[in-house]
């Protein structure tokens, strides 16, 4: 379950949400893709503590946002208008369906939103807006077809506007179950939103490996489209150490790179990512440190030097603490 989220704002600027437990969030003052951001401060309306979040966009730009309780509800808010400054609906109870995971987000090629969550019993469900009007009725939960057991991590967009998701893998043993923590994989099989899904590539390829020897198990993921169309994803095995994969090329079908671990920069130890991009096409990421003896976490972010899909990435800066 994710503590960081970010989605873009009707006018292009980013929003980034932090789980404290109470949810704290910071944006763009301007498109500047160097302009300053606003104080991490409490984000109204303010929904009970939560432990996780996640959020997305409707095709006007209107942002979304769910928070996990501790009470295991799953509430939503999203903005009154699509101004980018409008402000925000009561909290509400999302489609309640009770014991469910906080939504992975993904935009289909259309604009609507897609969202995948599981259940205590692993099994992944999804429900999407029914169109594109921005008020539209969400479809209600179903369950997700390839089905497969797993924990849903991460939805991004390749170069087609086909959807990709990732998820761990889960495996019914008796009556318990057991993970592995490897990734898997599926795609939209075509741009077409209502088009069906490939079956699960399981694992993920290229397989998550640890040439130390550590644990490579994925425990959450982000996945963000680069400058030039083509798909990034990082994940941080349970041994807190950041990697990255990205695909080798636009064109449909191409494979991704061989995994860069630790991403560089390395940020050291960390328990979250999420990432988001700038208007002017390159991308922003943020990292929730592993909390230290005083059990504070800091978080980190760093983003590409340039609009090219090769820069380098910036040394990370600390935006403030949580704890």
């Known amino acids: 379950m994710s503590r960081l989220t970010v989605t873009s704002l009707s006018d292009g600027r980013l929003q980034l949400w932090v789980s404290d437990p109470s949810v ?15 104080p991490l401060a409490a984000f109204s309306p303010g929904p009970p503590d939560s432990t996780a979040v996640s959020a997305g966009h409707s095709p006007d730009g209107r942002a979304q946002v769910w928070a996990q309780g501790y009470d295991n509800v799953l509430r939503t808010t999203w903005q009154r208008a699509s101004a980018p400054d409008s402000g925000w609906l009561p909290w509400e109870t999302f489609l309640n369906k009770p014991d469910i995971t906080p939504p992975v987000i993904g935009q289909l090629s259309d604009g609507r939103m897609q969202a995948w969550a599981s259940d205590r019993d692993f099994t992944i469900w999804s429900t999407w807006k029914v169109s ?48 592995s923590g490897v990734l898997m994989s599926c795609w939209k099989a075509a741009a077409d939103p209502g088009s069906g899904w490939s079956p699960w590539q399981i694992p993920f390829a290229p397989e998550l490996t640890s040439a130390a020897g550590g644990d490579t198990n994925a425990e959450v993921c982000a996945a963000g489209q680069l400058s030039n169309g083509s798909l990034q ?37 960390v328990d979250d990512v999420t990432v988001g991009r700038l208007a002017d096409g390159s991308l922003k990421l943020w990292v929730l440190t592993t909390p230290g003896a005083n059990g504070i976490s800091t978080i980190l972010t760093s983003q590409k030097s340039s609009t090219s899909p090769s820069a380098s990435w910036t040394p990370w800066a600390s935006i403030g603490t949580v704890g």
């Open 24 to 38: 704290l969030s910071s944006w763009q003052v301007s498109l500047d893709p160097a302009a300053a951001w606003s």
């Open 233 to 269: 994803l990082w994940t941080v095995s349970s041994d807190g150490v950041l990697h990255s994969t990205w695909k080798e090329s636009t064109v449909s079908g191409s494979p991704f790179t061989a995994w860069q671990s630790p991403f560089i920069p390395d940020p050291g130890s």
């Open 132 to 179: 594109t009007e921005a008020n539209a009725p969400w479809s209600g939960w179903s369950e997700f077809s390839p089905g497969s057991l797993g924990v849903v991590s991460a939805a991004g967009s390749l170069s087609d506007g086909r959807v990709q998701l990732w998820a761990r893998v889960f495996t019914k043993e008796g009556q318990g179950y057991d993970t």
